[in-house]
């Protein structure tokens, strides 16, 4: 029979513990919430009641429940008082001495039934209960910031994890009104794993100066549909942190895309922490500057479009209808634009070798549509100022968000989300998370769109294996190879990843 949990402890009352100990108190449960000192339990108990009073001021609470959820915790400095509770979950600060310290008592104080959990987001779970008797009675359960509000909650479990305890857990989260995934112990777990591999290699990009910020964040935003690009998010997430987490990643993975990008390690060191500091990749309290309104691409009258199909023909009749000459050309033959005054070569690939073959290579830009509403434009190092210059003013004129960036495989969209894309394969394949969870964690955890085996399905399988091996083969990155789960797919002809892992 699954196992219940009346009893909950909360160990360390700050910005996380705070929030659990109310979902807790939500629910119905007692709550012995336990702080180090007199002064954090009294600004453990303020946290309580500031967050429920915000409940109450905008409705969503009575006052009579506000104190129904209070009077159900009991705040405490002894953990003696923790005798009782069937389930005590840890959410002190990131230092694995600290925890094994607290978890060795906990193990001395708490009854031998009860569930020691920890809330930790990138230490091992298997480390923290090796510290104690009863490893297979500690677990990972990891709430996401502000707890009352989020839904997700990572269930980790390790090799030793009781049979069942995962299940159990997992139960518990669905009757606090959360949604669980569940995963193994590997450091970043499901979402912070896949979420900061991405982050960084926004990074990489910006340092590589395949483009500028504020195009990675709009190619990110405007072009996928994300709720923010990548700086902005860092800076939101907090630069040391996310620098934290990667070294973490790096250490268990020694993989290079988990190396913190060296200009994060700079901003961090200048003390340049994102939002909390009020500077990051951004400045924040300044002025935004005023978009520049587009120039007419005055000296532009015909514009040649290298590329087949119907986004060449959608192409050319937005052209036409915007006041301009298109000419079309297949890459076989690019005589007929070889007069034109600009020429975008419809790509997500480098398109320097079609500039070489042009009379005019100077007025050669790839051009990569992505979604209704942004074109990426990768100018190469042959294209000139001007060209690169009417070619942005041009896609404003058609009513897309330019993204400006340098001629590589995959621009800026593709190489950040195959990548990303890529990495979901391989947590999938590797067994330690469901698909399903997979998908969960990223759009409960991160607030996407859709997961990312979902977007991988509809993009579409051998696509996005096509597009990995173009990354590869430009950037010799062993982490941008097809996973082989994913290669074997598309040889095998199956569809979606979705329908296959079931
Ligand atoms: N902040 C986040 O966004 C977030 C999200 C998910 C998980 N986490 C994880 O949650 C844990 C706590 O993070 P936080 O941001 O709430 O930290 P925090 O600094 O806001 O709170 C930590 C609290 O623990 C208390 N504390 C320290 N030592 C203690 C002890 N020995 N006994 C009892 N209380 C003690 C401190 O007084 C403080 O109130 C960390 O493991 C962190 O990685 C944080």
């Known amino acids: 029979m699954a196992q219940t949990f009346e009893t909950v402890g909360v160990v360390g009352l700050g910005t996380m513990g705070a929030g659990i100990a109310e979902v807790f108190a939500r629910s119905g449960r007692r709550v012995i919430g336990v702080e180090a000192d007199d002064v954090a339990l009294e600004r453990g108990r303020g946290h309580l009641e500031r967050s429920t009073g915000r409940a109450v001021a905008k409705g969503k609470l009575t006052e009579d429940a506000q104190r129904e959820i209070l009077g159900r915790v009991t705040l405490t400095t002894s953990r003696a008082d923790l005798a009782d509770a069937d389930?005590?979950?840890?959410?002190?600060?990131?230092?694995?001495?600290?925890?094994?310290?607290?978890?060795?008592?906990?193990?001395?104080?708490?009854?031998?039934?009860?569930?020691?959990?920890?809330n930790t987001s990138s230490l091992s779970v298997t480390a923290i209960a090796a510290g104690t008797s009863r490893p297979g009675r500690v677990i990972g359960m990891h709430f996401f910031n502000p707890a009352p509000v989020m839904k997700l909650v990572e269930v980790i479990h390790t090799v030793v994890t009781d049979d069942g305890l995962a299940d159990d857990i997992a139960a518990l989260a669905r009757s606090l009104g959360k949604t669980p995934i569940t995963a193994g112990d590997r450091a970043g777990f499901v979402v912070n794993r896949l979420l900061l591999g991405y982050l960084n290699h926004a990074c990489v990009l910006l340092e590589a100066g395949v483009a500028g910020r504020d195009d990675i964040d709009a190619a990110m935003k405007l072009g996928v549909g994300l709720p923010m690009g990548p700086f902005t998010l860092l800076d939101l997430i907090g630069l040391d942190t996310s620098y934290e987490v990667c070294e973490v990643l790096f250490r268990e993975t020694r993989d290079r895309r988990h190396a913190p990008a060296p200009v994060l390690r700079e901003l961090v060191t200048a003390g340049l922490l994102g939002r909390k500091t009020g500077r990051g990749f951004y400045s924040y309290g300044e002025v935004a500057p005023a978009t520049p309104e587009a120039r007419q691409a005055a000296s532009v009258s015909t514009v040649g479009i290298v590329g087949g199909g119907p986004e060449a023909a959608t192409l050319a009749t937005a052209v036409e209808r915007a006041g301009f000459k298109p000419v079309v050309a297949e890459s076989a033959d690019l005589t007929p634009v070889g007069d034109a005054d600009v020429v975008l070569a419809l790509s997500d690939r480098p398109v320097v070798e079609l500039a070489v073959r042009l009379p005019h290579p100077e007025r050669l830009a790839g051009l990569h549509l992505v979604g209704d509403g942004v074109a990426e434009v990768a100018s190469t190092v042959l294209t000139s100022?001007?060209?690169?210059?009417?070619?942005?003013?041009?896609?404003?004129?058609?009513?897309?968000?330019?993204?400006?960036?340098?001629?590589?495989?995959?621009?800026?969209?593709?190489?950040?989300?195959?990548?990303?894309?890529?990495d979901a394969v391989r947590m999938l394949e590797s067994g330690y998370a469901s698909a399903g969870d997979?998908?969960?964690?990223?759009?409960?955890?991160?607030?996407?769109?859709?997961?990312?085996?979902?977007?991988?399905?509809?993009?579409?399988?051998?696509?996005?294996?096509?597009?990995?091996?173009?990354?590869?083969?430009?950037?010799?990155?062993?982490?941008?190879?097809?996973?082989?789960?994913?290669?074997?797919?598309?040889?095998?002809?199956?569809?979606?990843?979705?329908?296959?892992?079931?």
Request: charged content about 25%.
């Open 385 to 422: 100022p001007e060209t690169t210059a009417a070619v942005h003013d041009l896609v404003q004129i058609l009513d897309r968000t330019p993204v400006m960036c340098g001629d590589r495989a995959e621009f800026v969209v593709n190489a950040l989300l195959y990548a990303y894309l890529n």
């Open 438 to 502: 997979i998908d969960t964690g990223m759009r409960l955890g991160c607030g996407y769109p859709a997961g990312p085996l979902e977007m991988l399905d509809a993009i579409g399988l051998e696509a996005v294996r096509d597009g990995l091996r173009a990354l590869y083969a430009e950037y010799r990155e062993p982490a941008f190879a097809p996973v082989p789960l994913l290669d074997q797919l598309v040889t095998a002809g199956v569809r979606s990843i979705r329908e296959y892992a079931g």
């Open 87 to 118: 389930l005590v979950i840890e959410a002190i600060p990131e230092i694995m001495e600290f925890k094994r310290v607290l978890f060795a008592d906990l193990d001395r104080v708490c009854k031998p039934s009860a569930v020691l959990a920890t």
